[in-house]
């Protein structure tokens, strides 16, 4: 029916968005750790996560978990981690002192913001709630402080990129996992055969 | 350093290069013995050793069964069996996982040989978790390891610590989920020509039956193709679909074509599948009949029997 055809359509779109912010996000994660410099740009090397990184929310699940998830939960669970993420993200982007790169982060920012109403359009299509509207209970995980850069702060703006990363591979899995349950169905044609006495 | 062989003898295991001294069990320095390696006497030996022999800078050619009798009875006193050998270096380890999300497995190796029985242990830690290491039963220096979970941006850190009677060396590989995941290769590449089409070939295969769950984790396939008689191979990248039709086959060409897989977010390309053939459909030449008169045949055949003409009409086929 109609809405089945909508919801698959705008989960194929969400999951299409996913992908292009996942090829984005590799870029300008190489150009950030570039922009933090030694050792944050050497591949074999993983900063230990700054305290407040609990507040980030991790992508790592259970495979049976994962798989368990119904369709509302997915989403859910999708739009709360890019909910976060986004505001973290934001806070990054103040404190970026390279303004070319900063620009980059704040368009990247815009494209995030595009995947959560996305998000948001294929729970409504598929009847659910809406999800909580982003920055309400959104914990601020980057206290902008232009000026300072110092190294946790780098640790930090490491581990936003990260998870973001995780995410959006993960979210892949996700909205394939959702367009496979909800498949775009075929045109059907209808015939219309006479029946006498009806 | 020694040990205990099933025989009995004892194992002296000694470091290439390095001087050995054998002692013939625990006759004092007065005794008076004669030494056999493998049955031969050792000869050249000083008569003030006593009981031991000395062995200078041996190399893996002292490798034997030493026996020693005491003089003059000849009595059979002690046994050694000298092993020549190195202590290991840091073992190098690899990991891959060809069956995402179920697990990795990890292998290693000695970048030097030691020539002697060496152990391997092995452990292995996600974030600050150890996870159980299962040893592989066919492959040696293999273990496997499952995934505790997936989307995971903890690090995996794999240890292996090689160990001999001469000493032990340990090397890890510390990487993210993400980094080793590489399918194998697909599988049952089939390519057939389409009877009509001339310049079409289609090709199908399977996903690599190791990747356990293609709906929920899909591949995307890289498909590479080109003529016998040509070098440079053209590519195609396809996802989520195990066929394709190359349209654009060289007439009546043998075809070399192969897959290779990937997981369509994360990991590395797999090999390249076994090379197949396939030459696209050829037209089958049309059949054209010439029929041939002699003089005698004329002869009997009355005018109005003969063709027209004997020329062989468009389109027939020549007699194979």
Redesign the interface.
Known sequence: NVTDASSATAIQRTYELTKYL?HQLSTLTVSYLTYLGPPFNDP?F?PPRPNNSASLP??????DL??GLDNRLRLSENHRAYSILLGALKGLAAGTLCPSLQRSLQHFCTGLHGLLVSIAGVMTSLGYPPPLPSGEDIPNYFTPKPGSFDFSRKMGGF?VL??LQ??L??S??DF??LK?KLPIPRRRTHMFIACPGI | AQRRSQQGARIQYEKIGSDVTMQCGTLGSEASVTWKVNGTDVENRREDDGPRLALKQVDLSVNGLYSCFQNPTGELKDQIILRVGNPPKEPIVTCRSNTYPKGFYCSWHLPHPTYIPTEFEVSVRHGLQDLQVQKDPIHKNRCHVKLPEIFSNNKYRVNVTATNALGNASGFLAFDEISIVKPDPPEKVVANPIPGNPRKLEVTWNSPSTWPDVETFPLKYFLRYRPLILDTWQHMELSDSTSYTITDAYAGKEYIIQVAAKDTEIGTWSDWSVAIHATPWIEEPKQIIITTTTEADENETTPSQASPSAKPQVGDTLGS
Request: hydrophobic share 35%.
């Open positions: 996942e074999d993983t991790s992508a790592a699940t259970r495979l994962w798989k581990w990260k998870e995780t995410w591979w993960r892949a899995k394939n996992r496979k």
